[in-house]
Every structure is written in structure tokens, then in C-alpha cells.
């Protein structure tokens, strides 16, 4: 089956620090890698995707690799803002499948 | 563009009663759409998944219930709540973004959700 592994939190991290969030997935097909982000108190949104291996996701500074070689999809930021601070998922949608499935999610805290 | 709406936002429930979650979708036509559930400091599970009116597949045996009576509006129901049912309850679509376009599954996009607590 699939599944989608992350490192678990919190990350705890001063602003302008480096920020990586592992993650790790298996499935059966060619799947779609995700990383959604969830602020407190809100629902998810897409932070970023990838849909083919090689292919680099990024959106507000944030930045994700899809490895096929190491089944990886590492979440990245060169340097983090306290706006940052949130609850982070990286997520899979594999080959004929409708659903997506997640990680346990990461929360990220950034301090000033 | 395409909104999704949950309501209500928050919801404190006795064990025992009834639960009526809505989910809507607007500005678009024959989203799939989905049911998450997010228990405290965990992940999310998907509960039921729909690919058009009357159509519902269930991912987990559970207290739980989901229909889909219009195109664009699914709801999750219980007839009787239990504690575990306590929770962070997202709706989430997929489907047409640009109006006439092709229906693109790869990306979902979540309501703002429901916070139960069953006491």
C-alpha cells in the first residue's frame, strides 16, 4: 500500500534559520508528491508539487525535489519567518487513485 | 474562481446526539469530492470519497455516514456521536479549475473545516 512518512515535531527554529522537513513515501505507481501547509486555526493549502521524478516543486521561498531513487521529497526554506509557523504535510497521490494520502504532519515554530 | 464552505466551524456535541457536517463547492461542476479527519496531533485519514450524485466510497469502517444529494454539496453524518468521533473534519474538491478545461485530479483543494469535540 501507500503510505508517506515524515520527521517528527516540532521543529524549533530561530528566523533566518535553515529549514528542512524530511519525508519519505512508498507506493505502488508513478505517484504526484505534495506539501500542503496548515496555519493555525485553518484548513490546508497546497504549498507546493511535483509530478514526475526530477521535477522541483516551490512556492514562497520553499523549495522540494521529487528523488524517485531515494523515494524522497524533502521539504526546504533557505530562511524562515516567524510567518512560517505552521503545521506542515507532504502528501501522495499515487497512479488511479482519487485520494491523497498523508503524513502525520510536522509543526514547524519559528522564533524572532 | 472555485470557494469551498464548511460549516458549521466549531461544534460541541453530547455522545449519543446526531451530526450534520455540510461541505458546498462553488464555480466548478462534477468535483470529486472528499471527507478528512484529523484527530489531535495526528495526520489526516480519509473517511469518504465522491465521484458524483449518489456516489460514495468508504474508506474506513467507522460511526460515520457521508451523502451526496447535488452536485456541488456533501455531507457527513452520524446517528449517534462517540467520543473518538472528536476531531478536525476537512472537505476537500478536485476536479475542473478553469471553466470548460479539462478535470485535473492531482491537486485537492480543503474547506476551512469542521472542529468537533464530543463530550
Known amino acids: 500500500g501507500n503510505s508517506v512518512t515524515q520527521m517528527e515535531g516540532p521543529v524549533t527554529l530561530s528566523e533566518e534559520a535553515f529549514l528542512t522537513i524530511n519525508c519519505t513515501y512508498t507506493?505502488?505507481?508513478?505517484?504526484?508528491l505534495f506539501w500542503y501547509v496548515q496555519y493555525p486555526g485553518e484548513g490546508l493549502q497546497l504549498l507546493l508539487k511535483?509530478?514526475?521524478?526530477?521535477d522541483k516543486g516551490s512556492n514562497k521561498g520553499f523549495e522540494a525535489t521529487y528523488r524517485k531513487e531515494t523515494t524522497s521529497f524533502h521539504l526546504e526554506k533557505g530562511s524562515v519567518q516567524v510567518s512560517d509557523s505552521a503545521v506542515y504535510f507532504c502528501?501522495?497521490?499515487?497512479?488511479?487513485?482519487?485520494?491523497?494520502?498523508f503524513g502525520s504532519g510536522t509543526r514547524l515554530q519559528v522564533q524572532p | 474562481s472555485q470557494t469551498i464552505h464548511q460549516w458549521p466551524a466549531t461544534l460541541v456535541q453530547p455522545v449519543g446526539s446526531p451530526l450534520s457536517l455540510e461541505c458546498t463547492v462553488e464555480g466548478t461542476s462534477n468535483p470529486n469530492l472528499y471527507w478528512y479527519r484529523q484527530a489531535a496531533g495526528r495526520g489526516l485519514q480519509l473517511l469518504f470519497y465522491?465521484?458524483?450524485?449518489?456516489?460514495i466510497s468508504s474508506e474506513v469502517p467507522q460511526n460515520l455516514s457521508a451523502s451526496r444529494p447535488q452536485d456541488r454539496q456533501f455531507i457527513l453524518s452520524s446517528k449517534k456521536l462517540l467520543l473518538s468521533d472528536s476531531g478536525f473534519y476537512l472537505c476537500?474538491?478536485?476536479?475542473?479549475?478553469?471553466?470548460?478545461?479539462?478535470?485535473?485530479?492531482?491537486?485537492?483543494?480543503f474547506g476551512p473545516g469542521t472542529r468537533l469535540t464530543v463530550l
Open positions: 507506493a505502488t505507481g508513478y505517484p504526484s
Open positions: 511535483a509530478t514526475k521524478a526530477d
Open positions: 465522491s465521484v458524483g450524485i449518489g456516489q
Open positions: 502528501a501522495l497521490r499515487d497512479t488511479g487513485r482519487r485520494a491523497l494520502t
Open positions: 476537500a474538491w478536485s476536479g475542473r479549475v478553469v471553466s470548460g478545461g479539462p478535470r485535473a485530479y492531482n491537486e485537492q483543494f
